[in-house]
């Protein structure tokens, strides 16, 4: 199912720091179509700790779907750049002496170099994002199901469209057999009687009526979609059923839809008229339209 969803929180401020220390978590989900589970995280290293806890709970709310999680921790430009104290400053000097007493030609700390020393270790690093990125993300996925039920809201719309669709080509087909049956039954009646003509009278008139009536028969078991159609409506009503209840059930509708393909395909393969086969490919393609987006539901 695909979906959406952002959060955001700030720290620090909540704490009573000033603004200009401010860290900003932002944590995004993305989903989108897939047959199973697939996750993916793209996290900062200040949260790679925080992954399990992550994963346990995208997998106890989804079950389908290739999901991305993506964070990213931003500073305020003050809160990004160090403060040292006078005594860092001063134990950096006296390190600094040190090497420079073992390796004379050693270049002297520039600004950015001292300014990266003491920045490690700064306030993003000390921040503890145990209990908070996983709120976030409890937040987000909740979102994420909101904007993923109103797509299945109108994924299910769709399919019932189609359904109603199919419903009218099945009803179609119905007629068409006996019309079929009745056709060949007064071409098998024509060609004995033709027959009767070339043999001047040696086949009695019974005979060859019930020839007739015979090969019209089995014809009509060949092309007879009766079955097919009644297999093919029952799956219908098991796809509403199962739209109407909701909940986990893009497999089984997985399921159906196989199996109203094979249906489609079987009255296809018994088709004796273009009527017939052109309901058959009409049905096909609906059915594939409903296959493509059953991968979407959960």
Same mark, same amino acid.
């Given at each position: 199912m695909t979906g959406y969803a952002s959060a955001q929180h700030t720290s620090g401020a909540d704490a009573g720091e000033t603004a200009s220390h401010n860290l900003r978590l932002g944590l995004e989900i993305r989903s989108v179509n897939s047959r199973f589970l697939d996750l993916t995280f793209r996290l900062p290293d200040e949260l790679r700790a925080q992954e399990p806890a992550l994963r346990a709970l995208l997998t106890a709310k989804l079950?389908?779907?290739?999901?991305e999680v993506?964070?990213?921790?931003?500073?305020?430009?003050?809160?990004?750049?160090?403060?040292? %104290?006078?005594? &860092?400053?001063?134990?950096?000097?006296?390190?600094?002496?040190?090497?420079?007493?073992?390796?004379?030609?050693?270049?002297?700390? =520039?600004?950015?170099?001292?300014?990266? &020393?003491?920045?490690?270790? #700064?306030? #993003?690093?000390?921040?503890?994002?145990?209990?908070?990125?996983?709120?976030?993300?409890?937040q987000a996925v909740t979102e994420l199901l909101a904007s993923r039920e109103r797509e299945g809201k109108r994924l299910a719309q769709m399919l019932r469209d189609r359904i109603q669709q199919l419903r009218a080509l099945a009803e179609q087909a119905v007629p068409l057999?006996?019309?079929?049956?009745?056709?060949?039954?007064?071409?098998?009646?024509?060609?004995?009687q033709e027959a009767m003509g070339l043999t001047e009278g040696q086949v009695a008139p019974e005979a060859a009526q019930d020839r007739a009536l015979t090969e019209a028969t089995a014809f009509a078991i060949r092309i007879d979609v009766a079955e097919e159609i009644t297999r093919l409506s =029952?799956? &219908? !009503?098991?796809?509403?059923?199962?739209?109407?209840?909701?909940? !986990?059930?893009?497999?089984?509708? !997985?399921?159906?839809?196989?199996?109203?393909?094979?249906?489609?395909?079987?009255?296809?393969?018994?088709?004796?008229?273009?009527?017939? %086969?052109?309901? =058959?490919? !009409?049905?096909?393609? &609906?059915?594939?339209?409903m296959r493509e987006q059953v991968q979407n539901i959960e």
């Open positions: 079950k389908r779907g290739k999901v993506r964070a990213a921790i931003d500073q305020d430009a003050a809160a990004s750049l160090p403060q040292p %104290t006078p005594a &860092l400053l001063h134990r950096l000097v006296s390190l600094q002496d040190q090497v420079q007493a073992w390796l004379p030609k050693a270049n002297g700390l =520039s600004v950015s170099d001292a300014l990266r &020393l003491c920045g490690q270790g #700064g306030p #993003g690093s000390a921040t503890d994002w145990s209990e908070i990125a996983p709120a976030l993300a409890e057999v006996p019309q079929l049956v009745e056709q060949q039954r007064q071409r098998f009646l024509e060609r004995w =029952s799956h &219908l !009503d098991e796809v509403e059923r199962l739209l109407k209840k909701g909940g !986990d059930i893009g497999k089984r509708l !997985d399921f159906l839809i196989q199996e109203m393909h094979r249906e489609a395909n079987t009255l296809g393969s018994k088709s004796a008229a273009l009527e017939l %086969t052109r309901i =058959s490919v !009409d049905m096909k393609v &609906l059915i594939e339209q």
